[in-house]
């Protein structure tokens, strides 16, 4: 039998598999190898040993389950407060832990995650869908490495995604729709027709603490938007007579409400009943409200403001996100087919046709 030098750990067998046993910081552990060979449990040994000589051995890493880093996904939601908190909750319960629930997270590999998505997709989950999950286990992974509770994680995939909205208002379609809308709607609704602020979490709550009139402006607070910086912007006059208006409404009826936009004073909430109907009364069943988002940047860009105001009024942080909504349509399209036929063409056109009404050279005769 080999002789192996001290602190390189030993092998014992309890039935028929074996078992593996050595010391970190002076604490005995043992270890289940999970093998009935004695050569593969002496590598596993061996890959401890290694583990703890250059500082990467965790124990009891093996037996952290995909639940144990789930969990911590979820106090990590709880106590930052993240509003996606109950989408996660509801992903996890519905689909991630029925399939990899008590599975231990250092088992875990890239094959199962792959048959993982191929069942999903199965059950006709979008990619979309499918990587909103899998950014909940890439998730669960990082925390467990940074808390020091696991010390791998498996290759995770990002697919393709093809569901970009394309979704916007062209101003008749925009009129035609508001004239439709319940009376207390259409002040929002024309607020986010012209800043592309975000409905539920920027617009619907907005208070006129936030509002100086005197000065033109409106804040938003660092911390109450999606990316969680806040931002000043100088108010046009469509929006300041949109809020002369509201104040009026504020001090003759409802003194008690300090929020911008509200029904009867109540706070809005749902506005689906309403918007679906006014949309299908104009013809444009579908249309959605973050449709204004869009809009907005588009008609910023259109109109000439500079791309880093215009990100700054409509509150895109990247660059990325904010040229997917700087959509182009057919009406785009079609001006740039007037600005060829009536600023590019007629110069080429007149210059092409100088140089082919030049007489050819005649060759000379020689005799």
Sequence with gaps: MPQYKHGSGSLYRRGQTWWVTYY?????????????????????LQTKIGQRATGKLL????????????????????VNGKK??????????????????????????????DAYIVQRQTQG?????????????????????????????????????????QGFFEPQEFAAVLIRLPEYLRPPVQWLYFTGWRTKTEVFPLSWSQIDLDAGTVRLYRGTTKN??????????????????????????????????HHQGKPIKDTRGS???ACKEAGLPGKLLHDFRRTAVRNLVRAGVPERVAMTITGHKTRHVFERYNIVSAGDLEDAAR?????????????????????EEQPTLTH
């Design 125 to 165: 989950a979008s990619n979309a869908e499918v990587n909103r999950e899998l950014a909940i286990v890439k998730r669960a992974f990082s925390l467990g490495l940074r808390k020091e509770q696991i010390y791998r994680k498996p290759d995770i995939p990002r697919l393709e995604e093809d569901n970009v909205r």
């Design 228 to 261: 969680k910086e806040g931002r000043v912007i100088a108010l046009p006059q469509v929006l300041k007579d949109i809020l002369e208006q509201q104040w009026q409404d504020h001090i003759e009826h409802y003194p008690d409400c300090q929020t911008v936009f």
């Design 84 to 113: 996606s908190l109950a989408h996660v909750e509801w992903r996890l319960r519905r689909y991630l832990l029925p399939y990899f629930g008590q599975v231990r997270a250092q088992e875990l590999t890239s094959a199962q995650i």
């Design 24 to 44: 970190v910081n002076g604490k005995q552990i043992w270890e289940s190898a999970k093998t009935k060979d004695r050569a593969e449990a002496r590598r596993i």
């Design 275 to 277: 918007w679906e109907r």
């Design 59 to 78: 124990v009891g890493a093996d037996r952290v389950t995909f639940t144990d880093l789930t969990d911590m996904v979820l106090t990590d939601y709880r």
């Design 339 to 359: 600005r060829i036929d009536t600023l590019i063409a007629p110069r080429t056109m007149t210059k092409t046709m100088t140089l082919t009404q030049q007489p």
